[in-house]
């Protein structure tokens, strides 16, 4: 599990790349931001999704968004990792949800071609980080990617899927717009995400006022992530999960940061706010259950990294079922033959 602490980071931005949208190759939508209710029916509508744009546009309007994108970019430098892994180059990738740019500064102009990114905030697209690779900006909702079939030859995505209302869809969608034998890179937070902020709010809320509601939004369980990219089409399927700890100097500190990321509660079921009474006394709850040595206090964000091939005959598949021509019977067997070999040596 890796340590951090609250730092700031500087970087120097360069505007987005604006582009016709006759060079895009979109499929013909009459937007790539949703409408409020436009998710598909089996959807459940958890999320104010026109409340979570407004908050990814204020916290890219901050005249020093880059304080606050510490998080984004340990991760967003982890998915590039996960890239170089591959030993091949992608002349045409896709970020899905890409805030500011956290995945595409990391990577080189000699492992990707051009870099298509999509956000459903204006503003961050505007403000993007610097970065080597031509990159082209589309405001688009993750749920509505706006491209034709087959066209891109890696799809990343970095903290950006939790906050959608219909998950499969959206892993449809991008399983949609990637080639035979693409690749599909993805990190998301997962269901212990905060969990020190969600027990201190709920022990103080219920003291003081006898009951709790929901003030860190759901996340997908691990168990049911490779169900979802199987169902979307993904083959070859790896889902793994790390711990990333954030020393804070208070609880307080810590809601501001999540605020500045863009990652306050916009679930429809939130409580519109808390009284004084009861944030002092979550705060103190916080400290006595998780205070450090130095003072601090810890916040622990679980991450759930996938990663999904879309099917194509040249891809390796496993062996037809009764083909095998040695038993486990006879595999239990292969230490004595080994001992065998080396003494007739």
Known sequence: MLQLTRLRLWWRLSPAVGVPAKNLGLRKVASGVSSRGSTSPRALNIFDRDLKRKQKNWAARQPEPMKFDYLKEEVGS???????????????????????????????????????????????LKNTLE?????????????????????????????????????PRALEQIHYVLKPDGVFIGAMFGGDTLYELRCSLQLAETEREGGFSPHVSPFTAVSDLGHLLG??????????????????????????DLQGMGESNCAWNRKALLHRDTMLAAAAVYGE??????????ATYQIYYMIGWKYHDS???????????????????????????KKSQ
């Open 131 to 167: 970065m080597e690779i031509p990159t082209v900006s589309v405001l688009a909702d993750e749920e509505f990617l706006p491209f034709r079939e087959n066209t891109f030859d890696l799809v990343v995505s970095s903290l950006s899927l939790h906050w959608v209302n219909d998950l």
């Open 231 to 256: 169902r979307a089409g993904f083959t070859t399927l790896t889902v793994d999960t790390d711990e990333i700890q954030v020393n804070y100097p208070g609880m307080f500190e810590l809601m501001e």
């Open 315 to 341: 891809q390796a598949r496993p062996a037809e079922r009764g083909s095998a021509t040695v038993s486990f019977g006879e595999l239990g067997k292969i230490n004595d033959l080994m001992s065998q070999g």
């Open 289 to 298: 259950m998780y205070r450090n040595e130095d003072g601090s206090v810890p």
């Open 78 to 124: 982890r998915i590039a990792d996960r890239v170089y892994d591959i030993t091949r180059d992608f002349p045409l990738a896709l970020d899905v949800g890409c805030g500011r740019g956290y995945i595409a500064q990391h990577l080189n102009k000699e492992t990707v071609g051009k870099f298509f990114q999509t956000d459903i905030a204006e503003h961050a």
